[in-house]
């Protein structure tokens, strides 16, 4: 009977999916900290492995995924973490932050041709990526989602839409993500991020777009073919300021889980989302310092 047990313990143990291999860090820092590497679920406090993190996640309808925009490892695991949950359910869909609406069609007609064997010789070109987003460092995930089966999803707002929301605030529905701790947060944010240069008289309308971005992901998400993934800014997919408030506000009933990528060193709160993936860090800049007088 013993070794009936460890032979069907074996053979359960040889029908897990291979995950892919993790990719190395590419970031300077932190290579020792005591959290490079490791997972939390900040809901429980339990460190996870790799492999717990993805059979959390593929049971999610909606993962949300946050990055620090320039870190090269936060683009590293992102792949990684779209490639094993493909292993563990199938992919509905992945939505960017990095894509407008006006870039859609742009990016079904790329998939097209993908789906064909066509050579795409300039591939940003043909998508229209917009320079705001270092091509370098979204380029490998962007050109694996071209080739995969599930539609690759603009999540952002429309220059034109931005303008638009700038000039006139739209009101937005729910009380979720219109509390007044929430805007409070949200403007802090920005001031600090706008270096506290920005007329304070300009704060409202810059609040209006944050959030006017988080209600268009949100909506993206719902619609989209689940489950799916969303790939924003860390600000975006925070748990208590961003897309989930706006989802809660929509839908109470749309489950989703969220997941940090964050520098070792940048501890994450249980507020914030329900895991997070500490990687190596870049060295800090002052971003600011050429803005001061």
């Not at 603009?154 to 009380?175: D, F, H, W």
């Not at 993500?177 to 600090?192: G, P, Y």
């Not at 909506?219 to 748990?239: I, Q, T, Y």
Request: charged content about 20%; hydrophobic content about 45%; aromatic content about 4%.
């Amino acid at each position: 009977m013993r070794v009936l047990v460890i032979a069907l313990l074996a053979l359960l143990a040889g029908c897990q999916s291979a995950l892919p291999p993790l990719p190395a860090w590419q970031s300077p820092l932190g290579l020792t900290h005591a959290d490079l590497g490791q997972i939390e679920d900040l809901r429980t406090g339990e460190r996870l492995t790799p492999r717990q993190l993805v059979e959390r996640l593929a049971k999610a309808p909606r993962v949300l995924v946050g990055e620090q925009h320039d870190n090269p490892d936060h683009h590293a695991l992102q792949l990684w973490l779209l490639r094993a949950l493909a292993e563990q359910r199938q992919q509905g869909s992945l939505l960017l932050e990095m894509l407008t609406p006006d870039q859609q069609p742009r990016v079904d007609a790329v998939r097209e041709q993908f789906a064909s064997g066509d050579t795409v010789a300039d591939l940003p070109g043909a998508l229209y990526w917009l320079p705001g987003w270092d091509w370098a460092l979204y380029e490998a995930l962007v050109r694996h989602a071209l080739g995969q089966p599930y539609p690759l999803l603009a999540a952002n707002l429309q220059p034109a839409e931005v303008l638009q929301v700038y000039r006139q605030p739209a009101i937005l529905s729910g009380t979720a993500s219109t509390a007044d701790r929430v805007r409070q947060l949200l403007l802090e944010q920005i001031r600090v991020s706008h270096c506290g240069l920005l007329p304070d008289s300009q704060l409202p309308a810059m609040l209006a777009v944050q959030q006017q971005r988080d209600r268009r992901m949100a909506e993206v998400l719902l619609a989209a073919p689940a489950p799916s993934l969303l790939v924003a800014g860390a600000f975006h997919v925070r748990r208590d300021l961003g897309v989930p408030l706006h989802l809660v506000d929509l839908n109470p009933l749309a489950d989703s889980l969220v997941l940090l990528l964050a520098e070792v060193g940048k501890p994450v709160s249980a507020d914030a989302a329900d895991f997070v993936w500490y990687s190596a860090a870049l060295p800090e800049q002052d971003h600011c310092a050429e803005l001061r007088p």
